[in-house]
């Protein structure tokens, strides 16, 4: 798309789904007939009518050096790659060792999600260590391809909040039960706190959960992965929130 000045003026290569990305893609969709108007659902996510369109427009015409059609990955590399993957492979390697601001895959991820939450210019982006919301957001762009929509929030965005903000957004589904490749949402301890905010990965018939997240133990940024048992996150009053 950053061929096409009409549709992406900036034509900006960065590497992460970023807002111009999103805007560049609901002009791209308007023009095409993906959506009728900016409001439509899915409106500034590829999805699946997005992406024929893309491979339509764009991989027809131009050939690889073995003569065999372009997929849209070439041309519009999708954000559960490359840069994403390479962060999320790295978090592993760290796993229990603290994410300072300035260690390199903080400052990677915090670029990858657009500076959602710390910005470069912020007093303190360079002593705020990697934040459990920070993971979630970059997690729900990588595997899902989505930038969560925050327009129109009232307050902070602790991860035990997400559940009140998007309820009063009427924003994404809070849900009781857990789904794979969503946020787990674990309310404040006491009044005051902030609570959590974790990335379910994948669930057992038993209805355990394994979830990824960073910043356990507190202030440490570090990465963990574990394993909850049912009875314990029901225990612990959590909420799900579906992004799709």
């Given at each position: ?5 009409e549709?992406?003026?900036?034509a ?6 970023g807002d111009k ?7 791209f ?6 959506i009728?108007?900016?409001g439509d ?6 999805g699946p009518k997005?992406?024929?369109m893309?491979q ?6 131009p ?6 059609p ?13 840069e994403?993957e390479q962060?999320?492979?790295e978090?592993k390697?760290?796993?229990g ?6 260690d ?10 657009g ?5 470069p210019?912020d ?6 260590v990697f934040q ?19 327009k ?11 559940p009140?903000q998007?309820?009063a957004?009427?924003?994404y589904?809070v849900l009781?039960?857990?789904k794979?490749?969503?946020a787990?949402s674990?309310?404040a301890?006491?009044p005051?706190?902030t609570?959590?905010?974790a ?6 018939s ?8 960073v ?9 963990n992965e574990?394993w909850?048992p049912k ?7 959590v909420?799900f929130?579906?992004?799709i």
């Amino acid at each position: 798309m950053a061929t096409n000045p009409e549709v992406y003026p900036e034509a900006l290569v960065t590497g992460y789904y970023g807002d111009k990305t999103e805007e560049a893609v609901k002009r791209f969709q308007l023009k095409h007939g993906v959506i009728q108007a900016l409001g439509d659902d899915g409106a500034g996510r590829v999805g699946p009518k997005t992406r024929q369109m893309l491979q339509k427009i764009f991989c027809n015409v131009p050939e690889n050096d073995n003569k065999t059609p372009m997929t849209i990955d070439a041309i519009m590399p999708s954000s559960d790659e490359s840069e994403g993957e390479q962060i999320l492979q790295e978090l592993k390697k760290r796993k229990g060792l603290k994410n300072n601001a300035t260690d390199e895959v903080t400052k990677r991820t915090r670029k990858f999600i657009g500076y959602e939450f710390v910005f470069p210019d912020d007093p303190n982006f360079e002593i705020t260590v990697f934040q459990c919301t920070e993971y979630v957001q970059f997690k729900v762009l990588k595997n899902l391809g989505i930038k969560i929509n925050w327009k129109g929030r009232v307050g902070r965005r602790d991860g035990g909040n997400w559940p009140a903000q998007f309820t009063a957004l009427n924003r994404y589904k809070v849900l009781d039960y857990p789904k794979e490749n969503c946020a787990m949402s674990f309310p404040a301890a006491k009044p005051g706190g902030t609570g959590h905010i974790a990335f379910v990965e994948e669930l057992k018939s038993d209805g355990a959960v394994r979830i990824t997240e960073v910043n356990i133990p507190a202030d440490t940024g570090a990465y963990n992965e574990r394993w909850l048992p049912k009875n314990i996150w029901e225990a612990k009053n959590v909420k799900f929130i579906d992004f799709i």
